[in-house]
């Protein structure tokens, strides 16, 4: 510095002579430079500076083995939602549903006979697994959960075993559960048909049964105006539902309701559901009851519905967030018990699920395809193209599973719906003959003896005639069960391409054989998936599909359809004896050319 000012001084000042007390500077300040002052020199400073910060360490080192060191915890957001035990205290809110429906108090022996069921049977269990420790999940929005209820009857597990073999065969992603009531008598005892109802048809380990209480259905109030405790069945499916999302894990984000009697054709997806916006099947029927007339009685502290009804009338498949799921659980069932009460209609079970979305303002979108249970105008209009081929110069398209309707050419399972619903009962060509023909069983069968072939141009099928323990009457034959292991199967209507020119003139007609041909084969297949697993060598060794329904019953064909990869039609039906029937699709079944009368 020194220096500097020396030699800037000397360029200002312009003089020479300043350069003779330049250099004796010089010479000083070296001097001084090599003279210790007591200073420290670079080297002994970095070397300080070296073992300051090694004496920082050793500390942190000493406090790491003396004291625990507190990390603070990463909360990461769940990519699924638990329910049950996990996050609600369904202790308190079952009370006070208790407190205001008495009929639903349970005995300790109940309770007793239910936990011991679920924890042999139900991997859900929240007693048996109170971690909810399942397997992880795949993709969030495509992992669902479906559910449906059944009695405790074979009459419903015959269609349980249809539904999730079709589940299983398109391989829907997520789980599917069956919630089964009616299995524990009023005094706790285990019926014997509980075991039966925990029988499963695949071995997915998402294929869950799950037992609820049996609500006594008489202690129901009835219909305002009459008697009052009316039975009143359909109680069960709110009061299984919720009895099952208090008890059990679920970890899929999304759940979705169906009905027992659902076959899938492809998986149920609706890419717009999410929390607080529900995805259901648009039901015109729902629409048009006047539930709404009770709704402000019913519910007095909901908002008005206004022009918005159909907002809240959802059918299944019906799907929502679960947590939409859980909130609806105790209003579903309360607004059932008032619906009933006060508008005492047999659909108040239906009526309560939309009074109780109304309730949290959970406005479906509604969906036409997401189920058929008759023929819709998408129906015959996809059904327009379809021609009577030759099977042995056509390519067919066969899909799998081989319930998906044979002879879809050119539909493709993508432009079919994700369920069939055989609620209904089709009467195929029922009008154009005399009503004696197609009431009864025996004018049909006279008809095959007679012609030698398959009656054809008239159909029948009800899931309420199909031989069960389901009473469908006085006077109907029983003929045993569907499950039983030497029981024939459901007779089996031709591929649709073959059929519809039998109904060129109705296309409800058409319609009606599309589902058929999809529905028949996928209780069969379900049926014989049972049969593989519980009956001894897979039960009757031949099972022929010769049961077909009728009033006041059902009555066996003689005549069997079998796929036949040789015949240009890639079918044939065959005799009692295997000798095959032709069938000329320009003709009737009679073998008389069809007229328009």
């Known amino acids: 510095a020194t220096v500097s000012v020396l030699y800037c001084s ?35 400073i970095e070397a300080e500076r070296q073992s300051l910060r090694e004496a920082q360490r050793r500390k942190q080192e000493r406090v790491k083995k003396d004291e625990p060191v507190i990390q603070k915890e990463v ?22 549903l208790i407190e205001a429906l008495p009929f639903l108090k349970r005995s300790q022996s109940i309770d007793a006979t239910l936990e011991k069921l679920n924890r042999q049977h139900s991997e859900q269990f929240a007693l048996a697994y109170p971690n909810g420790k399942l397997d992880p999940l795949e993709d969030e929005k ?55 109802m925990s029988r499963k048809v695949t071995d997915h380990k998402r294929n869950f049964v799950f037992f609820g209480p049996t609500i006594n259905s008489d202690a129901v109030p009835g219909p305002e105006g009459g008697s009052h405790f009316v039975s009143y069945p359909p109680i069960n499916r709110p009061a299984t539902f919720y009895y099952w999302i208090s008890h059990a894990t679920i970890v899929e984000s999304y759940m979705a309701l169906l009905d027992p009697d659902m076959i899938f054709m492809r998986p149920l997806y609706f890419p717009s559901v999410s929390l607080g916006k529900p995805v259901g099947q648009f039901y015109d029927y729902l629409i048009s009851e006047d539930w709404d007339k009770q709704y402000e009685s019913i519910c007095p502290d909901c908002q008005p519905l206004h022009n918005s009804k159909k907002d809240f009338c959802p059918g299944p498949p019906h799907m929502m967030h679960t947590a939409d799921w859980s909130n609806l659980g105790q209003y579903w069932l309360r607004f059932t018990v008032e619906a009933r009460k006060k508008w005492g209609k047999w659909v108040a ?11 949290l303002n959970l406005r479906s979108e509604l969906e036409k395809n997401g189920m058929w249970d008759r023929p819709h105008m998408e129906l015959i209009d996809m059904m327009k193209d379809l021609q009577i081929y030759d099977h042995t110069t056509v390519t067919v398209h066969r899909p799998v599973p081989s319930h998906i309707p044979r002879g879809m050419h050119p539909v493709t399972p993508d432009s079919l719906p994700a369920l069939l619903h055989y609620c209904f009962t089709p009467e195929i060509g029922r009008k154009t003959y005399p009503e004696p023909f197609w009431l009864y069983e025996h004018p049909q069968r006279e008809w ?24 469908g009457g ?74 077909r329904t009728a009033h ?38 009679a073998g008389e050319p069809r007229t328009n009368k």
């Open 142 to 196: 495509k992992s669902i959960h479906l559910f449906y209820t059944t009695d405790c009857t074979q009459h419903s597990l015959w269609q349980a075993f249809a539904l999730e073999h079709s589940w299983y065969s398109i391989k829907h992603p997520g789980a599917i559960s069956r919630l089964v009531s009616g299995c524990i008598t009023k005094d706790g005892r285990e019926k014997k048909m509980a075991e039966m």
């Open 75 to 96: 909360i990461q957001k769940p990519k699924i939602t638990i329910v049950g035990h996990n996050n609600k205290n369904w202790e308190s809110e079952e009370e006070e």
């Open 349 to 359: 079970e239906m009526a309560g699920m939309s009074i109780g979305l109304a309730k």
């Open 552 to 589: 006041p019953g059902h009555w066996r064909t003689d005549y069997e359809l079998v796929l036949n990869e040789s015949n240009r039609f890639g079918f044939v039906y065959q005799g009692p004896d295997g000798t095959p029937v032709e069938l000329n699709p320009e003709t009737d079944a």
């Open 474 to 547: 006085d006077g109907v034959p029983r003929g045993g069960s569907l499950l039983a292991c030497d029981q024939d199967l459901l007779f089996e209507i031709p591929p649709i391409t073959w059929m519809v020119k039998y109904y060129t003139e109705n296309s409800d007609d058409k319609g009606w054989v599309l589902m058929l041909s999809g529905i028949l084969p996928a209780i069969n297949d379900g049926v014989i998936a049972y049969r593989k697993k519980y009956c001894e060598d897979g039960g009757k060794k031949k099972p022929r599909r010769v049961i």
């Open 448 to 471: 095959e003896k007679n012609h030698q072939k398959p009656l054809l141009h008239y159909i029948h099928w009800s899931k309420y005639r199909t031989p069960s323990d389901w009473p």
């Open 10 to 44: 000397l360029r200002m000042s312009n003089h020479k002579r300043y350069l003779v007390l330049l250099i004796p500077s010089l010479i000083v300040l070296v001097t001084l430079g090599g003279w210790d002052f007591g200073g420290s020199s670079e080297v002994e």
